[in-house]
């Protein structure tokens, strides 16, 4: 059996199913894994989850097939948010879990997010995963599976940690027929959060529109229904109810760099100043500047779930985020990312402010900026085009080579990344002037498209 080495990735494993991403592949990745852990001397049960994509049952039939057939037993807690797999981590005696999700790809997409304890599997070990896919073992007793159902529990346990409201605040929150849709009306009635929920009907062809809130028009319903409900912000999540989307009262998109800045002031103000605070190169200036001021140390670093907690266990830091949505708090809570819970978070500092979130932002410097642009490039040559520009742009700028390469002019800034998970590469810019902005971008995405990169 040949199976796809494309599909084996920076943070997860991930394919278009049917194509690249086959039952069989997933049967070969549980019996991997087994094996994987076999190999480290881990025992004990796994936990598997899947969002709500129609490929999902058969993948999870083989993946468990693959698992129980090498002698691993499977504790199912059904079709979930990513952040509830997460959760059980911790609560139902696992060594480790699988999540089959698709996150926020376009639904012919699916694939697997995999844990050892409570960490993510990723980089090089995901490689040795692919390996052992080529031999693997089968047990000479079979594993055994038991169902369990977290939801309820899960959402009391983030009520328990939320606490009282200080007031009530009327929210409108967008699911996008994802799997947040089987969580988020629960968590939020047992908040006494007032509001209404869009999309709420889980559904994972995504009819109404595709749940990723980094795209400005997947947001065009939830913007409307803030208008005209007259609420104070809307919350929007994406396919695997790990990344949180924020449009403020007045309609206007709450980028990911500057909700991290409400967390961080909120954190440091309650715990102490002096902590770092974590964030990923396609964040603003604004934000480490805001960091600085409310007495935090900012720490850029790579863009990617699994590098960012990673980072945080380094650094001990209490809270991270990335542009993307990705918020991340071990202050209070677990250590990896949850929208579901950020959200909650979120409307507690609301709450509590006696503001929204516009007022609280109102002295964060509104940079002129791009949303993050993602331009095709295929993977065997994606890498190659940031090793250029890091080795163009040193010569004549400062630049920060944390992930691909943050140019630094000074007034402003422009970023080219490959991404770990598309065959595309990511750019950003940013300065303090439209017309700066302009001259940035345009020096950079001309020098892309002498590579024969389209822009």
């Not at 369990?148 to 529990?153: A, C, K, L, S, Y």
């Amino acid at each position: 059996m040949t199976i796809a080495p494309g599909i084996f990735r920076e943070y997860d494993i991930r394919g278009v199913v049917g194509k690249d991403l086959t039952t069989d592949a997933a049967r070969a990745v549980g019996a991997a894994y087994a094996a994987y852990l076999a190999e480290r001397g881990v025992a004990g049960s796994l936990v598997v989850g899947r969002d709500n994509r129609p490929s999902g049952a058969a993948l999870r039939d083989a993946l468990v097939d693959g698992l129980t057939g090498a002698g691993v037993d499977v504790v199912d807690i059904g079709v979930v948010p990513t952040p509830l797999m997460y959760w059980s981590l911790n609560h139902l005696g696992v060594v480790g879990g699988i999540q089959i999700t698709g996150s926020h790809n376009p639904p012919e997409f699916n694939g697997f997010k995999i844990c050892r304890g409570t960490a993510s599997v990723y980089g090089a070990e995901i490689q040795k995963l692919y390996a052992l896919t080529r031999a693997p073992a089968r047990a000479a007793k079979r594993g055994t599976v038991r169902d369990e159902q977290v939801v309820d529990r899960y959402v009391r346990d983030i009520v328990a940690r939320i606490g009282p409201l200080a007031r009530p605040v009327r929210v409108v929150y967008d699911c996008g027929n994802g799997a947040g849709a089987l969580v988020a009306p629960q968590l939020f009635s047992a908040l006494g959060v007032a509001g209404r929920g869009l999309f709420c009907e889980s559904d994972g062809t995504f009819p109404n529109h595709h749940p990723d809130p980094t795209v400005p028009e997947n947001l065009e319903a939830l913007i409307d229904a803030v208008r005209h409900d007259g609420v104070e912000m809307g919350i929007a999540f994406d396919g695997d109810a790990d990344r949180i989307g924020l449009v403020d009262d007045r309609g206007t998109i709450v980028w990911g760099d500057r909700l991290l800045i409400l967390y961080a002031r909120d954190v440091l103000a309650r715990t102490g100043q002096g902590q770092s605070i974590i964030f990923d190169v396609k964040c603003s200036q604004a934000l480490p500047d805001a960091i600085r001021a409310a007495g935090g140390d900012p720490v850029m670093w790579k863009t990617g779930h699994s590098l960012i907690k990673e980072k945080m266990k380094e650094l001990h830091a209490p809270i991270a985020g990335e542009m993307s949505g990705h918020m991340f708090f071990t202050e209070g809570f677990y250590g990896h990312d949850d929208a579901l819970y950020a959200a909650a978070r979120l409307i507690r500092i609301v709450a509590g402010a006696g503001k929204p979130v516009r007022e609280l932002l109102a002295d964060v410097p509104a940079f002129y900026a791009t949303p993050e642009i993602r331009v095709d490039c295929p993977d065997d040559l994606k890498f190659d085009v940031v090793r250029r520009a890091v080795s163009h742009f040193r010569g004549t700028h400062d630049v920060i080579d944390v992930d691909g390469v943050r140019v630094l002019f000074g007034d402003g800034w422009g970023l080219i990344r490959a991404s770990n998970t598309q065959p595309v590469i990511v750019t950003r810019f940013e300065a303090r002037s439209e017309a700066r902005l302009a001259e940035i971008r345009g020096e950079m995405e001309a020098w892309l498209r002498a590579q024969g990169v389209r822009v």
